[in-house]
């Protein structure tokens, strides 16, 4: 297999609008999620905030909104917010990193405020336990859950053999899915990039050592990138 430029492996589930000229970016997401059933009738009560802390909960959350009687709407970062924004929706606190403990530090929860919180399956508990101890009043739910996209990570197997410049990860779910199909001595001689220090945590678990942009987005990472190569 060819490739005319190096080549970056991009294994979060969604490219937004990043793009680089210096590299062949190949899109292979190793997770795909799945909505989950749950009791519909916490839809029904009155909340001070609504908080979506990812862009699949606010795609999986899209077609309950209607029923949800909120005041405002709380993101954990910019794609989550740009997600929000692509749907029409109006944030009102996006924190200033792209993490659970910049969330905490920056939002102001109040005593006896209702918040309405669906998850993932997966998500840390950091965020419930604080705005509990703060007092509010947090309906947490698992909304979704991560299953593997097996037909990505089969490419990606393949696409390893070509010796790809770089690949990069954004989820410690996303870190964990790759290494139980693929070995992490797949990854040598690749540069790995990763989304916040808690990615890199779940990549350091694995012996993979990895560099992190400034800024948590995928097109920060893709300049990361471009200023190695050159």
């Not at 209607?66 to 692509?86: C, F, N, Q």
């Not at 910049?102 to 919180?117: H, P, Q, S």
Request: net charge negative; with cysteine; aromatic share 10%.
């Amino acid at each position: 297999m060819n490739h005319s430029k190096p080549l970056v492996l991009v294994t979060q589930s969604r490219m937004g609008n990043a793009c680089t000229d210096e590299f062949e970016v190949e899109h292979v997401p190793v997770i795909k999620t799945e909505l989950l059933p749950f009791n519909d009738h916490i839809l029904d009560g009155d909340y001070e905030w609504l908080v979506l802390t990812s862009p699949n909960a606010v795609e999986h959350f899209i077609p309950f909104l209607d029923r949800v009687r909120y005041k405002k709407l709380a993101s954990i970062g910019k794609k989550t917010s740009e997600t929000m924004a692509a749907h029409g929706l109006n944030v009102d606190f996006e924190p200033s990193g792209y993490t659970q403990e910049k969330f905490m530090e920056e939002f102001d929860a109040k005593k006896g405020e209702r918040i309405l919180y669906p998850v993932s399956a997966n998500a840390r508990p950091l965020m419930y336990d604080y705005l509990n101890r703060a007092g509010a009043d947090v309906t947490r739910f698992r909304l979704y859950h991560p299953v593997p996209n097996m037909k990505s990570l089969g490419r990606i197997e393949r696409l390893l053999q070509t010796h790809p410049y770089a690949i990069t990860f954004s989820s410690p779910s996303g870190v964990d899915t790759f290494m139980e199909k693929i070995s992490p001595e797949k990854l040598d001689g690749v540069i790995v990039v990763a989304i916040g220090h808690v990615t890199n945590e779940a990549l350091e678990k694995y012996h993979v050592k990895s560099v992190q942009p400034e800024k948590e987005t995928l097109q920060n990472m893709f300049v990361l990138l471009e200023k190695s190569i050159r």
